[in-house]
């Protein structure tokens, strides 16, 4: 497929969802919205509409891709589900978690969508617009972030232009997405166990309550999943956390009673924050101050998850 020198923004209505589904099954790109972030998807069982998104985003080969799936008779397809998994399945499926599972030998997936790995990363999101795609294009879809690698992830149509730009061929105009934080990872180990691979809108207490008490400590040098890398969701300035004050060339994004340039919360709401998360990010990155502060943020349920990409946007 040729690349536009923009991509076309379309409504998400039925013509544009038949578009992008005709897009995905002669193997490009597409931005779309899912209730975490925007999603770059394109055909999981094409090595060749895979590269792609590996080739926009820059990805490293390693670094394993989500693949988003209509139901759990898909998933099935794909990987082996247990008992716990369609426990998981029927308590946050359609939803913002995702589980990593053995892959099934004939799966039918690109190589790439698991880098080599015996596991692959499913979601089954709950967004109308992500669930329409899937529903108009009848296939599996790798939909990593719609962003470069490393930096921002996007929730809003215009930051996945501004960071993709030609690279992709369509963008599904969702408006900005809900919870504005990826989905959570938990990985289901042989026998019980389980690892929480990355924080997210679904809490380790949740997934504890179903599963028993997190029963041993991920190893985070293992990439298994997206979202592990020491260094992620970068605004290109160097980023202070836990700071109540900023210095003289700090945009300073608040939450409750810290003000700053803009706040996550003024009224201390941490899912308020998640959702604005990444918007204040791009605020601040295109601030012409050299660097960002961050006020604290409270260390438990959703943010510890906020805090997770802060680390990682630091780093």
Request: aromatic share 4%.
């Amino acid at each position: 497929m040729t690349f536009a020198s923009q991509p076309d923004f379309v409504a998400p209505d039925g013509a544009g969802i038949a578009m992008a589904a005709q897009v995905l099954r002669a193997g490009g790109l597409v931005a779309v919205p899912t209730e975490t972030v925007y999603g770059l998807a394109a055909r999981a069982d094409s090595d060749v509409a895979v590269a792609a998104i590996f080739r926009a985003k820059g990805r490293p080969s390693f670094n394993p891709l989500i693949v988003h799936v209509a139901d759990l008779a898909a998933a099935d397809r794909l990987a082996i589900m247990d008992e716990r998994a369609r426990l998981l399945a029927a308590r946050f499926w359609p939803g913002a978690l995702t589980m990593v599972l053995p892959l099934r030998a004939d799966a039918g997936l690109a190589a790439s969508v698991t880098a080599g790995l015996p596991t692959v990363a499913l979601r089954c999101p709950a967004h109308p617009v992500m669930r329409a795609l899937l529903a108009a294009s009848d296939l599996p879809l790798a939909a990593p972030s719609a962003n470069r690698s490393g930096a921002v992830s996007p929730t809003r149509p215009e930051h996945v232009r501004a960071s993709l730009g030609e690279a992709i061929d369509l963008i599904v105009d969702g408006g900005a997405c809900e919870l504005g934080l990826e989905s959570t990872i938990v990985a289901l180990r042989a026998g019980d166990g389980w690892a929480q691979l990355r924080p997210g809108p679904v809490s380790e207490a949740e997934i504890a309550a179903l599963l028993g008490e997190l029963p041993e400590i991920t190893d985070l040098s293992r990439i298994e999943a997206p979202g592990q890398l020491a260094s992620h969701y970068s605004p290109g300035k160097p980023v202070r956390l836990d700071a109540d004050v900023a210095g003289p060339d700090e945009f300073h994004i608040g939450f409750g009673p810290v003000a700053g340039h803009v706040s996550l919360s003024a009224k201390g709401d941490i899912a308020e924050a998640a959702t604005r998360l990444y918007a204040a990010l791009h605020e601040a990155a295109a601030s012409p101050l050299a660097s960002i502060a961050v006020a604290p943020i409270p260390a438990e349920g959703l943010g510890l998850a906020v805090r997770d990409r802060l680390r990682r946007a630091a780093a």
